[in-house]
């Protein structure tokens, strides 16, 4: 069965760091994967989606960036961070691309920039 | 732009009743998706049910069903014989022939024991 695992489950990182959280899907093969923030007290927000290997496709301009260097990994980074993107970060995949295909979730990342 | 409307920010019911969670959408798509998740306090999104839209037919998976009128746009979720385990946000989201779900802001139902 395909599992989706992303790190560190929890962050705390001073304004002006860097920042990666990682996510790994197995069990499939060139799934399309995704990144989601959730700021408190709010529905998701796609952030990056990704369709194969170093293609990126971003959602929404803003202090973060993703790469996809292998089939089945998903990074997102930030070279310096601002308080406003603390929140909890959600990496997803689904099989193929396409409206019936159910995009399934990792376990999230929390991330407070102080 | 796909919009999905949650008016319910808060619901409440006893354990053993049923509970109906409201959800609207815009699209003038005619072919899409429409999903129920389940955040638990664990913050992990749980898939609950799926529509797909060109289905007349509610979708059921056990003791969550849907009501599903595409004239209207409207995505309810029926969850019958809640139980404690139900309680957690529910998020609606709308998924079309484009990548990504676009989601509504989520209901918190609270369920009395």
């Known amino acids: 069965s395909q599992t989706i695992h992303q790190w560190p489950a929890t962050l705390v990182q001073p304004v002006g760091s860097p920042l990666s959280l990682e996510c790994t899907v197995e069990?499939?093969?060139?799934?399309?994967l995704y990144w989601y923030r959730q700021a408190a007290g709010r529905g998701l927000q796609l952030l990056f989606y990704?369709?194969?290997?170093?293609?990126i496709s971003s959602e929404v301009p803003q202090n973060l960036s993703a790469s996809r260097p292998q089939d089945r990994q998903f990074i997102l980074s930030s070279k310096k961070l601002l308080l406003s993107d603390s929140g909890f970060y959600l990496c997803a995949w689904s099989v193929l691309k396409g409206a019936g295909n159910t995009i399934y979730f990792g376990e999230g990342s929390w991330l407070t920039v102080v | 732009a796909q919009t999905v409307t949650q008016s319910q920010p808060e619901m409440s019911v006893q354990e053993a009743e049923t509970v109906t969670l409201s959800c609207t959408y815009d699209?003038?798509?005619?072919?899409?998706?429409l999903f129920w998740y389940k955040q638990p306090p664990s913050r992990q999104m749980i898939l609950v049910i799926r529509q797909e839209a060109y289905k007349q037919q509610n979708a059921t998976e056990n003791r969550f069903s849907v009501n599903f009128q595409k004239a209207a746009k409207s995505f309810s979720l029926k969850i019958s014989d809640s139980q404690l385990g139900d309680a957690a946000m529910y998020f609606c989201a709308y998924r079309s022939a484009a990548d990504g779900l676009t989601f509504g802001k989520g209901t918190h139902l609270i369920i009395q024991p």
């Open positions: 069990g499939t093969s060139n799934p399309n």
């Open positions: 699209t003038s798509e005619s072919d899409y998706y």
């Open positions: 990704s369709v194969g290997i170093g293609q």
